[in-house]
């Protein structure tokens, strides 16, 4: 399963990495390992949303549930990531980036918070 990972590169910049997920044959199907969350935060994002550059609060993924977010990171790179995507935030540090809302549509997603180890 394919993943964006948007993390601080030893330039201060965030930047983009796809990686992989990697899944096990279980009883129900393919499995990835157990991530340690901390909880779930639901979150709804007005149509207008359009943040400057800035900081994931915290390492967590983020699960796009329907409408689509714009990311930015610092040298100009774009994405979007919409309905179904999940992307790894976990650029705490640094000059961050930007997001904002696209087609101008209001956005349903969810955080799942990671434990450090």
């Known amino acids: ?4 990972r948007l993390y601080t590169g ?10 992989e ?6 009883g129900v199907g393919l499995l990835s390992e157990k991530y340690p969350a901390t909880g779930v935060i639901f979150r709804e994002t007005a149509a207008d ?5 800035h900081n ?11 409408a689509s977010v714009e990311v930015t990171i610092g040298d100009g790179t774009s ?7 999940i992307f790894l935030a976990e650029d705490v ?11 101008g549509q209001v956005r349903h ?3 799942i918070p990671i434990e450090e180890d």
């Open 79 to 85: 994405r979007v990531f919409g309905p179904g995507d």
């Open 93 to 103: 540090t640094g000059q961050g980036h930007i997001s904002k809302a696209v087609n």
């Open 10 to 19: 030893d330039d201060n910049q965030s930047h983009f990495q796809d990686i």
């Open 49 to 53: 949303y359009d943040l400057d550059f």
């Open 21 to 26: 997920i990697e899944l096990s044959p279980s």
């Open 56 to 66: 994931a609060p915290r390492k967590q993924f983020v699960v796009c549930l329907d």
């Open 109 to 111: 997603s969810l955080f």
């Open 1 to 4: 399963m394919k993943v964006t």
